[in-house]
């Protein structure tokens, strides 16, 4: 009979100097598996940065459930808080301002 997963935690290891994100390491829990020992999710996720050569010791952790991350956004971590960052809006152009453009490059080729 297959285990079901019971848990996932996310384990974020970021620089408290600008909020960004350098891991976010997710753990899933089996149901039966033995409990993790206090701290054993972050100290995976600080030895995953360790096997990159990337080992920080300033770097702080926070643990969050791994229902509340979405794949393809970008997050930062504020005031000790995982916030997803918003896109940057992009400046819709109208045919218009297309046309435009068209025309004022066709001028400049025939100077």
């Not at 020992?37 to 969050?64: C, F, M, T, W, Y």
């Not at 956004?73 to 045919?95: I, N, Q, W």
Request: glycine share 4%; charged share 35%.
């Amino acid at each position: 009979m297959p285990q079901t997963e019971t848990a996932q935690r996310t384990c974020v290891l970021y620089d408290t100097a600008d909020g960004s994100i350098v891991l976010m390491h997710t753990v899933v829990r089996l149901r039966g598996a033995p409990p993790a020992a206090p701290g054993a999710d972050e100290a995976d996720a600080r030895s995953i940065l360790a096997r990159r050569n990337q080992d920080r010791k300033e770097l702080r952790a926070i643990h969050v459930n791994a229902d509340d991350v979405q794949p393809g956004l970008r997050y930062r971590v504020s005031r000790g808080k995982l916030t997803a960052e918003k896109p940057p809006l992009r400046a819709a152009r109208s045919h218009s301002t297309k046309a435009v453009s068209r025309v004022r490059r066709r001028e400049k080729r025939r100077r």
